[in-house]
């Protein structure tokens, strides 16, 4: 715990979820003057491979300018290798197409970081602040909802009111459910495999995305040349991977991602994600807000899902600063609402995307496999359509708050 008291029974915002976007929306707000509540019920136990967390992230380069903004970059630029050059192909080796952050004048498209990292970056910087309490483990028993607060009891006994819950607390959100909101969901029906390798060649800053028509297989540079992989494939193909033994998975590896690197020598534990695509049908409630995975859930084949996070918390703390400097509530449906209108575009476009690479890479209608050469064509030999695809993923393009106060 840190920061207010225990007793306190006021805080400006509670935030539920101590995840990534949930710290990230703390460490926003800590030097506002707001009270800031995050309860989070016990963090996941990392799980290792290979010595590294299996979980990680590529932060993309414009949302590394937002973390550097909030105070989070120092903590987290050691553990963090960056991704100068992404290479992306399909099964047939049609039309292949390279990115190098040279064509958008950056020095990297995006970092690779393992996500405990990222978290434990945002934990020493809301230590910066008074003004944050982390509360964990604990959680909420009951809500109590009133036209100008909400009441939180939690299960240790204690009582806090505050004018905006915001549900920060991953895809099957507690919040989200007790403010009665539902979802439209999509089940790819695959699972995403993650392990970290160790290939005989350096990866000199690549990644690489193969398009398979079971799913795509990443493989992601990570600091001391290690890489990890993102295998996205059909449940029962994704479970057979899982029941490998580790010399039987590493042939499977090899022959399928091909020797871009020399062969992948070691793969350490794996671990296995369901893959789903989920948006929350209401993002804002009268005192509720949902950002993160709460909100909208996303293949994690463009590697975008906290990176939309992170944004959504931004314009939140952005929208929440303001409205208490023009003397507004910002609990009020008004306020959330300008919140939720600037991310639902980017989000919707995201997904949108998500699902539109899904289908061309895995439908097995005819005409798919000219229509991907061609796309993939197009995209790799004009100049200005990469230049917009990488602005766009890089997340550069978005007016987002890289700081507030
Ligand atoms: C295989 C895979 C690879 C991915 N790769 C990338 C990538 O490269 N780049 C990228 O941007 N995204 C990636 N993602 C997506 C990314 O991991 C998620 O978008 C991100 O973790 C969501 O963060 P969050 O904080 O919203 O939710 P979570 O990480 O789910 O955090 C929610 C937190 O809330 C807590 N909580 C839950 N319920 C309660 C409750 N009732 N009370 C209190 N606390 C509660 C949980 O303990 C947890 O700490 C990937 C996802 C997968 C599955």
């Keep these: 715990m840190s920061g207010l008291s225990q007793h306190s029974d006021y805080a400006d915002v509670i935030i539920v979820g101590g995840g990534m976007v949930g710290l990230a929306l703390a460490c926003a707000l800590r030097h506002t003057g707001l009270q800031i509540v995050v309860i989070e019920r016990g963090e996941p136990q ?3 491979s290979l010595g590294r967390d299996c979980r990680v992230s590529a932060i993309v380069r414009g949302n590394v300018r937002i ?52 978290q434990q970056a945002m934990h020493r910087a809301i230590l910066e602040s008074d003004n944050v309490e982390f509360c964990c483990p604990a959680e909420i028993a009951e809500l109590q909802w009133q036209r100008e ?27 989200r459910e007790q403010a009665g909101i539902g979802v439209w969901q999509r089940d790819y029906k ?7 390798v160790r290939p005989q060649q350096s990866h000199r800053g690549q990644a690489f995305q193969r398009f398979l028509p079971t799913g795509p297989l990443a493989m992601l540079p990570m600091t001391d040349d290690l890489c990890s992989i993102v295998w996205s494939a059909e449940n029962s193909e994704a479970e057979r991977l899982m029941r490998m033994e580790d010399d039987a998975f590493l042939q499977a590896l090899n022959l399928t991602f091909g020797p871009m690197l020399g ?27 949902l950002i993160g995975d709460a909100a909208h859930c996303i293949h994690p084949l463009a590697g975008l899902g906290v990176n939309l996070g992170i944004r959504d918390a931004m314009v939140l703390a952005q929208e929440i600063a303001d409205a208490r400097r023009f003397d507004e509530d910002w609990g009020a449906l008004s306020v959330l609402d300008r919140y939720m209108k600037q991310r639902l575009p980017d989000v919707l476009s995201i997904m949108a995307s998500m699902e539109g690479f899904h289908q061309i890479f895995t439908g097995r209608l005819p005409g798919l ?37």
Excluded at 190 to 196: N, R
Excluded at 372 to 382: D, T
């Design 67 to 118: 973390l550097e903004g909030l105070g989070v970059w120092k903590y987290l630029q050691e553990d963090a290798s960056p991704m100068r050059q992404m290479r992306v192909w399909d099964h047939q080796e049609a039309g292949g197409i390279r990115f190098d952050c040279s064509e958008i004048e950056e020095d990297a498209l995006g970092y690779l970081v393992e996500n405990s990292c990222t």
């Design 190 to 196: 695959q699972k995403g495999i993650v392990a970290t």
């Design 369 to 405: 496999k000219e229509l991907r050469g061609l796309g993939m064509r197009l995209a790799g030999n004009s100049g200005a359509i990469k230049q917009i695809l990488m602005r766009n993923s890089t997340g550069l393009s978005l007016p987002v708050p890289k700081q507030i106060s």
């Design 263 to 289: 062969r992948v020598v070691e793969a350490g534990e794996r671990a296995a994600f369901p893959l789903k695509g989920q948006l929350a049908r209401h993002v804002v409630r009268e005192r509720v807000a």
């Design 149 to 175: 607060q909400v009441t939180v009891k939690l299960t240790d006994g204690r009582t806090l009111n505050t004018p905006l819950l915001v549900g920060a607390d991953g895809v099957r959100s507690w919040v």
């Design 46 to 48: 990392v799980r290792y």
